[in-house]
């Protein structure tokens, strides 16, 4: 049995890794991937909690969250989608026209 | 059951029927509808007075809705007809009926017919909730929707800037009033405990010490009330601007029913008043300085319905004359034969003013006698009546007031001979409208002396029946020293009005001699008027040129406008200006406005680069906020 301490250790390296990808990159689509990222490696500490605790419900609920983040992946991806089509750029650093 | 609340139902029926449908269904509909409601509700007034009669106590009640409920304190929607307000049903469903069935011809082919007809009715709604109620709040709703009533109806020609500006002059000055009444109930509240008519007469004499302080007060408040509505000094100017609306409204409301709301008032808490006897000297003495003020007025006026406005602030003068000296049952029954005789006035003018296409300025009348044969006849016999010639209505009435103004022991000979001498004035200026409308040379303009021809039946019957009225009313009330018939109308306010302190003096022989010298002096006043006048203003004018100073007095109403203008508008106006707007409003609201404005937009600017639309910008904020919570929870 692998202790829970490294795998936690991997869920915080997983979700820095996002971090920095939603902080450094300029691609609309990695960032989305890293915010991705960072989602899943939440749902990882989720599910070693669950097993660690023996609880059905921890387990049960990352079911949930999964299919609520194909959701949200599908409506994000849709917004990029029509985005594009308008800008004809995915580069985040043009889209800066919600200001003062 | 009696079914009281049907009476108000009908006309309020009516408002709406005309009000909301009367516009697509056409002027037939309105025609049948408008004074139909009025007529079924008078029909219902019919039988519930004489209902009233039978009962032993002469008291119907309903009760039809609680209002409000609060602790002890209840105010319920409670219809009451008693002597006084059966009688005022009458008048008002009567005399409103005949009115309304004069405006259909009167109100021919005028835009907004069905306007017209859905603000007569609301009119008549709330006259009717206004003496039907058994409490002060009941009367107050009836109070109000009388008044905006009235200021819609005088601002009916929306379309004339002076009929606006006297609807507004109206409104005002009937708002003053209301500050009293409103002031008055909230005193008697404080006082009983209660706001129903019925306990307050009962416990009047009871809680309220005998001409003590709070008696007074509450007391004069009700009286600033009924000034107002009623149009007594000070607060008389609004009834003559008045006349700015159609004639049929004139005769019902500013003549016949409205007016008398505020002697209405006063008749109803007759046991209130009689506890004040400052008040009720008051109320007497400007009682009859409105009287003969307003009958000063008069005699000047070139027009015919202004004439008639001020003759009735005379004659309202004259009924709160009565009231002042305990006179109460007179007063009521000034009321009732004043609403038969002025109508028929001003309905009479109406027809003259329809007959000579709008022209209202008597100088431009004259001889119409042979053309307007029914209304001049009619007329007449109002003129008579309003006069004081006796076996006509008005002389009964107004000898009963005279009578108890000197006898009375709130009476004094000085109002007597106030009375006296505006009786002889009445006299004086109706005959002399009668004189300059309808006798003498044309002064109609010879395009329209052609077309000058009788009203409509529907605007004749109605004057022939208050003609009738008006002769025959008065022997409801003949004077004891007749021995002619029992005094009706003391057997039917038996034991309903308060009773004075005092009993009256005077014997029977100064009675006759006091009623005597009325008649000689307005049977001289007749002559006068005759010789003066009989050829239009040409004898007059000579007159004229010696008194011209006491003429330009009168025609210009005493400067009263002038005078409240200098006195209350100009000083008002110059505070609001200078001190509410200039200085409080610009210095102080607008500025404390405006700074509370720079300062946030001067913190809005300084923070505004940080929303600079750069995600990942919004990105690295959230994180670092993020850390700050880890940090400070751990």
């Known amino acids: ?100 | 059951m009696s079914q009281i609340w049907l009476v108000p139902a009908f006309p309020l029926l009516g408002f709406i029927l005309n009000a909301f449908f009367g516009k697509r269904f056409g002027t037939r509909f309105v025609t049948f509808i408008g004074p139909l409601a009025v007529g079924l509700a008078f029909a219902q007034s019919l039988v519930l007075f004489f209902q009233m009669l039978e009962i032993k106590g002469n008291v119907l009640n309903e009760h039809l809705y609680t209002w409000i409920s609060s602790g002890n304190f209840e105010v319920g929607i409670n219809f009451t007809v008693d002597q006084l307000s059966g009688l005022y049903l009458l008048v008002i469903t009567g005399v409103g009926f005949l009115i309304h069935v004069y405006s259909v011809g009167y109100m021919k082919g005028e835009s907004g017919y069905y306007r017209f007809f859905a603000y007569l009715n609301l009119f008549v709604f709330f006259m009717l909730l206004l003496v039907l109620g058994d409490s002060f709040l009941l009367m107050f709703v009836g109070w109000e929707g009388v008044g905006l009533c009235s200021y819609l109806l005088i601002g009916y020609y929306i379309e004339k800037d002076s009929a606006a500006e006297a609807a507004k002059k109206a409104f005002l000055f009937n708002r003053i009033g209301d500050f009293g009444v409103l002031s008055a109930v909230m005193l008697i509240f404080l006082a009983f405990g209660s706001i129903e008519f019925a306990s307050v007469n009962a416990e009047a004499a009871a809680r309220l010490e005998y001409g003590g302080p709070l008696v007074t007060a509450i007391t004069l408040l009700l009286f600033l009330g009924a000034t107002g509505k009623s149009a007594q000094i000070p607060l008389f100017v609004w009834l003559p601007d008045a006349m700015e609306g159609p004639t049929p409204v004139s005769a019902l409301i500013h003549a016949a029913t409205m007016v008398t709301a505020g002697l209405y008032m006063v008749a109803r808490l007759s046991h209130l008043f009689v506890l004040a006897p400052f008040t009720m000297n008051v109320i007497a003495a400007v009682g009859a300085i409105t009287a003969l003020l307003a009958a000063t007025i008069a005699v000047t006026q070139t027009d015919i319905k202004r004439v008639l406005a001020y003759s009735t602030v005379s004659q309202l003068g004259y009924m709160f004359l009565a009231m002042g000296v305990g006179a109460f049952g007179a007063g009521v029954f000034h009321v009732m034969t004043h609403a038969f005789f002025k109508a028929l006035l001003f309905l009479g003018s109406g027809s003259v003013i329809l007959a000579v296409h709008h022209e209202q300025d008597m100088r431009k009348m004259g001889a119409l006698k042979n053309k307007l044969p029914i209304t001049y006849i009619t007329m007449l016999l109002g003129t008579l009546a309003i006069s004081g010639i006796p076996f006509f209505s008005g002389f009964f009435s107004k000898d009963e007031i005279l009578w108890k103004a000197f006898s009375s022991p709130f009476g004094s000979p000085w109002l007597w001979g106030v009375g006296f001498i505006t009786a002889g004035l009445t006299a004086f200026y109706m005959f002399r409208m009668i004189y300059l409308t309808f006798h003498g040379e044309s002064r109609v303009d010879s395009h329209t002396a052609e077309h000058v021809r009788e009203s409509p039946f529907s605007m004749t019957l109605p004057l022939m029946i208050l003609a009738v009225l008006a002769v025959i009313s008065g022997f409801f009330g003949v004077p004891h020293v007749f021995h002619l018939l029992p005094n009706g109308m003391e057997v039917y306010f038996h034991n309903f009005f308060a009773k004075l302190p005092v009993e009256g003096h005077g014997s029977v022989s100064t009675e006759w001699l006091l009623m005597g010298l009325s008649v000689a002096f307005a049977l001289i006043a007749w002559f006068i008027a005759s010789r003066l006048y009989h050829s239009g203003f040409a004898v007059a004018a000579g007159l004229r040129r010696r008194w011209e100073w006491a003429y330009q007095l009168s025609l210009n109403k005493w400067y009263v406008d002038e005078i409240y203008n200098a006195v209350i508008i100009q000083p008002v106006r110059f505070l609001s200006t200078h001190l509410l707007w200039r200085l409080f409003d610009q210095n102080i609201i607008d500025r404390g406005v405006n700074t509370t404005a720079i300062v946030a937009r001067a913190v809005g600017s300084t923070l505004r680069p940080l929303q600079n639309g750069l995600t990942q910008n919004y990105a690295l904020i959230f994180i670092l906020g993020t850390f700050l919570i880890l940090w400070y929870v751990t």
């Open chain 1, 1 to 100: 049995m692998i202790p829970i301490e490294h795998i936690l250790l991997l869920s915080a390296l997983l979700f820095t890794i996002g971090v920095m990808g939603v902080m450094l990159r300029r691609n609309v689509i990695v960032i989305f991937m890293s915010i991705e990222l960072m989602l899943n490696a939440v749902n990882l500490s989720f599910v070693t909690f669950a097993r660690s605790m023996d609880s059905m419900t921890g387990v049960v609920f990352i079911f949930f969250i999964i299919v609520v983040a194909a959701a949200e992946a599908v409506v994000g991806l849709s917004i990029i989608l029509s985005i594009y089509r308008t800008r004809k750029t995915l580069n985040i650093e043009e889209f800066n026209l919600l200001k003062w």
